[in-house]
């Protein structure tokens, strides 16, 4: 690139080479910083070329300690994201299986741009987006777009709802469209969802954005979430990730858990802190009530097995019982 005569676009490049190559452990002198607008824009310029743009930065408001400040040289001390903050971004896209790998590596390039020249070589696996798990499927992003604008004007939606096959593709569950009203979407546990009702079942239901295909908005007007049984307020999708324990959503519970003490971590981690350790101890065991759903407990309960035991309510306990000797039914025929 041959920039010699475009002297006025020299601030926006000095201001590049400082986000770019520059913090706190890699201070920029004024020749180095010149040195690197001729090794990466083509452009020739001075020391004080360089001297009189990082003034008008400052000036402008850009907040930059200066040579005289540390009697090291320049950088920019406060950056829209440190290399930190993009590296967890980077992570969150890497763990996110709704994405497809070529996005996934489109959004790690787009990201880290936002970090020093010096992130990449100290996070050399996002470079291997590709052997990470992620969707197939490229209309992830249509797809919430899409229910997003069906979201805000409250309308209906229909798709098509896939499974994969024994060959390790995506095809059609059914023969039929799905036609549900969104509410909202969510992301639990590395993947994005749908909330919505399912008319068929009549009951808030949730679809997995990545098994999603041909989304197409209709005329109708969604049913209001509060006007569903069992439902009076509008959804509050924090409140409903933390309750719809896993997205399972279904009859909601104040539940009690006996496990060991040292394994409190666990409930905190799925119910967070608004649980209550109760009084009764016995043998390094506690008791802790939890509230969720019904279904979302259920399947937290078998998935921890034998570190919990639900003792109440007791029709949930039943439920699991039947659930527990259905699966050892399944191991004991050999």
């Given at each position: 690139?041959?920039?010699?005569g475009?002297?006025?676009?020299?601030?926006?490049?000095?201001?590049?080479?400082?986000k770019?190559?520059?913090?706190?452990?890699?201070?920029?002198?004024?020749?180095?910083?010149?040195?690197?607008v001729?090794?990466?824009?083509?452009?020739?310029?001075?020391?004080?070329?360089?001297?009189?743009?990082?003034?008008?930065l400052i000036?402008?408001?850009?907040?930059?300690?200066?040579?005289?400040?540390?009697?090291?040289?320049?950088?920019?001390?406060?950056?829209?994201?440190?290399?930190?903050?993009?590296?967890?971004?980077?992570?969150?896209?890497?763990?996110?299986?709704?994405?497809?790998?070529?996005?996934?590596?489109?959004?790690?390039?787009?990201?880290s741009?936002?970090?020093?020249?010096?992130?990449?070589?100290?996070?050399?696996?996002?470079?291997?987006a590709?052997?990470?798990?992620?969707?197939?499927?490229p209309?992830?992003?249509?797809?919430?777009?899409?229910?997003?604008?069906?979201?805000?004007?409250?309308?209906?939606?229909?798709?098509?709802?896939?499974?994969?096959?024994?060959?390790?593709?995506?095809?059609?569950?059914?023969?039929?469209?799905?036609?549900?009203?969104?509410?909202?979407?969510?992301?639990?546990?590395?993947?994005?969802?749908?909330?919505?009702?399912y008319e068929?079942?009549?009951?808030?239901?949730?679809?997995?954005?990545?098994?999603?295909?041909?989304?197409?908005?209709?005329?109708?007007?969604a049913?209001?979430?509060?006007n569903?049984?069992?439902?009076?307020?509008?959804?509050?999708?924090?409140e409903?990730?933390?309750?719809?324990l896993?997205?399972?959503?279904?009859?909601?519970?104040?539940?009690?858990?006996?496990?060991?003490?040292e394994?409190?971590?666990?409930?905190?981690?799925?119910?967070?802190?608004d649980?209550?350790?109760?009084?009764?101890?016995?043998?390094?065991?506690?008791?802790?009530?939890?509230?969720?759903?019904?279904?979302?407990?259920?399947?937290?309960?078998?998935?921890?097995?034998?570190?919990?035991?639900?003792?109440?309510?007791?029709?949930?306990?039943?439920?699991?019982?039947?659930?527990?000797?259905?699966?050892?039914e399944?191991?004991?025929?050999?």
């Amino acid at each position: 690139m041959d920039n010699t005569g475009s002297k006025k676009i020299l601030i926006l490049f000095v201001y590049e080479i400082l986000k770019r190559y520059s913090d706190v452990n890699h201070r920029l002198t004024q020749s180095e910083i010149a040195a690197l607008v001729r090794d990466v824009y083509g452009m020739s310029c001075d020391r004080k070329a360089i001297g009189r743009n990082i003034n008008a930065l400052i000036n402008a408001g850009i907040d930059i300690e200066t040579y005289e400040e540390n009697n090291a040289g320049y950088y920019l001390r406060e950056p829209l994201f440190t290399d930190s903050e993009v590296r967890m971004l980077i992570d969150s896209v890497l763990a996110s299986r709704y994405i497809s790998g070529n996005y996934a590596r489109d959004l790690i390039e787009k990201l880290s741009k936002l970090a020093t020249a010096y992130l990449s070589k100290r996070i050399p696996h996002v470079l291997q987006a590709d052997k990470w798990v992620h969707t197939d499927n490229p209309q992830v992003f249509l797809n919430i777009e899409l229910l997003d604008e069906a979201i805000d004007t409250h309308c209906k939606v229909q798709f098509i709802y896939n499974r994969y096959g024994l060959d390790l593709n995506l095809h059609t569950r059914h023969e039929y469209k799905y036609e549900v009203d969104p509410y909202q979407i969510a992301c639990c546990n590395g993947r994005y969802y749908l909330v919505c009702n399912y008319e068929k079942h009549d009951r808030v239901t949730n679809f997995r954005i990545d098994l999603i295909t041909d989304v197409e908005a209709l005329d109708t007007k969604a049913i209001p979430f509060e006007n569903l049984p069992y439902k009076s307020n509008s959804l509050d999708i924090a409140e409903y990730t933390k309750y719809a324990l896993n997205m399972y959503d279904g009859k909601k519970v104040s539940a009690i858990i006996k496990l060991k003490e040292e394994r409190i971590g666990d409930v905190i981690d799925w119910f967070g802190k608004d649980i209550t350790v109760l009084p009764e101890k016995n043998d390094g065991y506690i008791q802790v009530r939890v509230t969720g759903s019904d279904n979302g407990i259920r399947m937290w309960a078998i998935q921890y097995g034998r570190l919990v035991e639900v003792l109440s309510p007791a029709e949930l306990r039943e439920a699991i019982r039947l659930d527990v000797a259905a699966i050892a039914e399944k191991y004991n025929n050999i």
